[in-house]
């Protein structure tokens, strides 16, 4: 019988910090796509060498990564979880993809012209090819679906065109990834600066939230949290740091936008941003107390990564054996 369960593949980067943003864009819609579909995650280590790391601090955010998604919720029972470097298929499939993405498709990566300029003393090739990599990731798995942020739809739109280019080329090879966008959660933004994304790069720590910040934290960054000269709190244009403010607290809590505009009606921006902060700090602390269990028994979390790997490898080396032979290589031993 077909399997009409619709796989989903995505990944994530153990770039460091892990902000509130991380998880309300991206982490907890995952944990709840593991009710629709047959999931595969992955630490995306591969491509975060695309930048220069501290060999120390790259494991350690790897470990801290999986402690938090398991505490957030990913299932390993349900999905698969594993790190991209222990399965080599990775960087087989995109070695062979590299050879059929142009130079010029390349180049036109709005998130490479970024990051050039950002590091410009460190303009790899592996900068360069990194969307490749990721065609080779969503592909390998014949993943239906990639849930992705607006920053990554530019890399999905080219795994497509590489995967029909390829099946055009030669015959039907790859499943054509669809976009996943979620409505709810999706951009969370500074608390500092509200007109640009809550990052863990931001110089000023009280812009983002760390889903290891303390309660203290937690609430010290929302009571400076940056608002507007005004004194109502309503949804609407040119309320950047409010808006953002109302996100939050209506995605922490699960009452909707409007819910949150009532409970507050009459009350100040100093009643507001404390409750939002305790409203956080609720939501987090579950997730804290797994993490920090989790983090007690790495052991278990390398069992969850080496078991998913071995299974990861082999749905992964099917797609590639295919790959080989219909680019014409001699059959594998
Ligand atoms: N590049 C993605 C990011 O930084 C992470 C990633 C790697 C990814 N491979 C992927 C996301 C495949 C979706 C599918 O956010």
Not at 31 to 38: A, I, P, R
Not at 92 to 106: I, R, S
Not at 290 to 304: A, G, L, Q
Request: net charge neutral; with cysteine.
């Amino acid at each position: 019988m077909e399997n009409t369960i619709k796989r989903s593949f995505s990944a994530i980067q153990p770039s460091g910090t892990i902000t509130l943003g991380n998880y309300l864009g991206a982490i907890r819609n995952w944990v709840k796509l593991q009710d629709e579909f047959d999931c595969i995650f992955a630490i995306a280590d591969l491509h975060t060498i695309t930048v220069r790391q501290e060999p120390a601090l790259l494991r350690s955010h790897s470990i801290e990564l999986l402690a938090m998604l398991l505490a957030a919720g990913i299932n390993p029972e349900k999905s698969l979880l594993f790190c991209q470097s222990h399965v080599h298929q990775h960087a087989e499939l995109a070695w062979v993809l590299n050879c059929y993405t142009q130079m010029g498709e390349l180049s036109r990566m709005t998130q490479f012209k970024d990051k050039s300029a950002k590091h410009a003393n460190n303009i790899n090739a592996g900068l360069f090819i990194y969307p490749t990599l990721m065609a080779a990731d969503i592909l390998l798995y014949k993943a239906d679906i990639v849930p992705v942020g607006e920053d990554q739809k530019q890399h999905l739109e080219l795994s497509r065109d590489i995967a029909n280019r390829f099946n055009n080329t030669y015959s039907e090879t790859f499943v054509v990834p669809e976009p996943y966008i979620v409505k709810s959660g999706g951009r969370v933004m500074s608390l500092q600066n509200p007109t640009s994304k809550m990052s863990k790069s931001d110089e000023n720590t009280n812009g983002f939230i760390a889903l290891t910040d303390s309660k203290d934290v937690i609430m010290r960054k929302f009571r400076r949290a940056v608002t507007d000269s005004e004194t109502v709190i309503e949804y609407r244009e040119g309320k950047d740091g409010i808006n953002n403010l109302l996100n939050i607290y209506s995605a922490v809590t699960g009452k909707t936008v409007e819910e949150a505009v009532k409970e507050f009606e009459g009350k100040g921006y100093g009643e507001f941003k404390p409750a939002v902060g305790e409203a956080v700090a609720a939501h987090l602390k579950p997730i804290q107390e797994k993490y920090n269990d989790y983090m007690k028994n790495k052991d278990y979390i390398v069992s969850v990564y080496t078991k998913s790997a071995e299974i990861a490898s082999k749905i992964a080396e099917s797609t590639l054996r295919k790959v080989y032979k219909k680019v014409g290589f001699l059959q594998k031993p």
